[in-house]
């Protein structure tokens, strides 16, 4: 799976949007990115995933360069329960060998300030 | 839905002590996986399975034995605890057709 570059940590105001980098320059065809956070010591959680283009849930939107050598999370309207580790990770497409094995890096931890 | 089940939630081990820390799902998920984490650092993965009697190594088994006898649970073992295995263990079950990990709330193990 390809590798992704993170920033450590990224600050934001609450009611601001806060968009979280990540860098995945080594990314193949098939590779997917997903995005994941984890709320102080509990179990990780899925937010959105996406291929090539750009994707949106009712938590967030993913937007994905032309490239796809990048991407953005970009949460519209942060809040006090967003501050969190944040995980860029990209992951082979289902069906390969790998079974689509997902890599947790380092994250981004997001503060969100009042 | 329960989700994912794991238990304990907390442990405390003297070296050389065994223990089987609990998965369970019921979402009918073929893939399970174990993941270590320890302070300041994301999640490292120890074993997977992609269906019953099918386990495959992670990152990190070393210490660890895993079994899958039915698609609902998959126990991770530790026959003889190390200080070094000290750390949040979360156990995540997903469809082998997308990359959701549901993950359990996490067994904090510590090793003396």
């Known amino acids: 799976d390809a590798k992704t570059t993170q920033p450590p940590s990224m600050d934001c105001a609450e009611g601001r949007a806060a968009n979280l980098p990540c860098n995945h320059s080594t990314i193949s065809g098939n590779e997917y990115v997903y995005w994941y956070r984890q709320i102080h010591s509990q179990g990780p959680q899925y937010i959105i995933h996406?291929?090539?283009n750009n994707e949106t849930n009712e938590m967030a939107s993913l937007i994905i360069t032309e490239d796809r050598k990048s991407s953005t999370l970009i949460l519209p309207h942060a809040t006090l329960r967003d501050t969190a580790v944040y995980y860029c990770?990209?992951?082979?497409?289902?069906?390969?060998?790998?079974?689509?094995?997902?890599?947790f890096g380092q994250g981004t931890i997001l503060t969100v300030h009042p | 839905n329960a989700g994912v089940t794991q238990t304990p939630k907390f442990q405390v081990l003297k070296t050389g002590q065994s223990m089987t820390l609990q998965c369970a799902q019921d979402m009918n998920h073929e893939y399970m996986s174990w993941y270590r984490q320890d302070p300041g650092m994301g999640l490292r993965l120890i074993h997977y399975?992609?269906?019953?009697?099918?386990?495959d190594q992670g990152e990190v088994p070393n210490g660890y034995n895993v079994s899958r006898s039915t698609t609902e649970d998959f126990p991770l073992r530790l026959l003889s605890a190390a200080p070094s295995q000290t750390s949040v263990y979360f156990c995540?079950?997903?469809?082998?057709?997308?990359?959701?990990?549901?993950f359990g709330e996490g067994s904090r193990l510590t090793v003396l």
């Open positions: 996406g291929l090539k």
């Open positions: 399975s992609v269906g019953a009697g099918i386990t």
């Open positions: 990770i990209v992951r082979a497409s289902p069906g390969g060998t790998s079974y689509g094995k997902l890599t």
């Open positions: 995540a079950s997903r469809t082998l057709n997308t990359g959701e990990l549901f």
